[in-house]
T-cell receptor
């Protein structure tokens, strides 16, 4: 059974710092991995999707890496801003015909001005 | 225009009642999903439909019945509501195929009194 864990559960950093969020999964047979952010009272916004054959994806100040063999992904946020404060979720999609996502436990990020 | 829209945003009702949550997507996607986010913010898939056909049905009580009148709509009907049904319910959609990102609505916060 696939389990997805995110460390740390909560993180507080001063504005301008670079930071790394971690995601680990127990079954390396994944199809892809997706990072989301969730703002309070809002839905999920897709940030990056990494296919199982890829090592990393970049979008602006965000860089996500994937090491499928070790069951790990990281989300790197450069030059953090208060607007980055949110809960960050990773989700893995297992193989097969369905597009079922299995979510991690989330990291609550607070960027202090 | 909102890509994935859910109504209502908030739903407060008595135990034992029957209620429905509606979801519509204007992205032209083939696949739609319902997720439940519990009080600990853990997200778990409930159902998935592809072109109006059920493809994922997780271990969900049969009091929950999804209905897809067309591929742009996936409604969730809940009978005999229980206290444990209190949660945030998210609708999502994607193109068919496992390499497509999922797009989420803003959620419906269901509170059972």
């Amino acid at each position: 059974k696939q389990e997805v864990t995110q460390i740390p559960a909560a993180l507080s950093v001063p504005e301008g710092e670079n930071l790394v969020l971690n995601c680990s999964f127990t079954d390396s047979a994944i199809y892809n991995l997706q990072w989301f952010r969730q703002d309070p009272g809002k839905g999920l916004t897709s940030l990056l999707l990494i296919q199982s054959s890829q090592r990393e994806q970049t979008s602006g100040r965000l860089n996500a890496s994937l090491d499928k063999s070790s069951g790990r992904s990281t989300l790197y946020i450069a030059a953090s801003q208060p607007g980055d404060s949110a809960t960050y979720l990773c989700a893995v999609r297992r193989g097969g015909a369905t597009n079922k996502l299995i979510f991690g436990t989330g990291t609550l990020l607070a960027v202090q001005p | 225009d909102t890509a994935v829209s859910q109504t209502p945003k908030y739903l407060v009702t008595q135990m034992g009642n029957d209620k429905s949550i509606k979801c519509e997507q204007n992205l032209g996607h083939d696949t739609m999903y319902w997720y439940k986010q519990d009080s600990k913010k853990f997200l778990k898939i409930m159902f998935s439909y592809n072109n109006k056909e059920l493809i994922i049905n997780e271990t969900v009580p049969n009091r929950f019945s999804p209905k897809s009148p067309d591929k742009a709509h996936l409604n969730l009907h809940i009978n005999s509501l229980e206290l444990g049904d209190s949660a945030v319910y998210f609708c999502a959609s994607s193109q068919a195929g496992g390499n497509q990102p999922q797009h989420f609505g803003d959620g419906t916060r269901l509170s059972i009194l």
